[in-house]
């Protein structure tokens, strides 16, 4: 796999409070070689925090996937799954 594996990280109040914060560490967090392979973008919030029926805040989505109740051990593993796979 050599396309980028995109990582948006809701950052809007509700998934900040809730917790994203920790996650805006993820960049920090992966390796070199990970992190040539990942594109980390901020995002306000992604509307996600209205709909009950998707779970809790924070919000992430990989490759499009949405992630409810996001921590950064939980982003790390599916990262390396993806990567992996
Ligand atoms: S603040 Fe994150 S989905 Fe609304």
């Not at 809007?12 to 994203?20: D, P, Q, S, Y």
């Not at 992966?30 to 306000?44: D, F, Q």
């Not at 919030?45 to 992630?67: D, F, Q, W």
Request: hydrophobic fraction near 40%; charge should be negative; charged fraction near 25%.
């Amino acid at each position: 796999m050599s396309e980028k594996i995109k990582v948006v990280i809701c950052s809007g109040t509700a998934c900040f409070v809730m917790g994203a914060s920790d996650i805006l560490l993820l960049e920090e967090s992966l390796s070199p070689e990970l992190r040539s392979r990942v594109e980390i973008e901020g995002a306000t919030c992604l509307g996600m925090c209205r709909e009950s029926e998707r779970g809790k805040a924070p919000y992430v989505t990989i490759n499009g996937e949405l992630m409810s109740q996001a921590t950064l051990p939980k982003v790390l593993a599916r990262i390396q799954e993806l990567v992996d796979a």
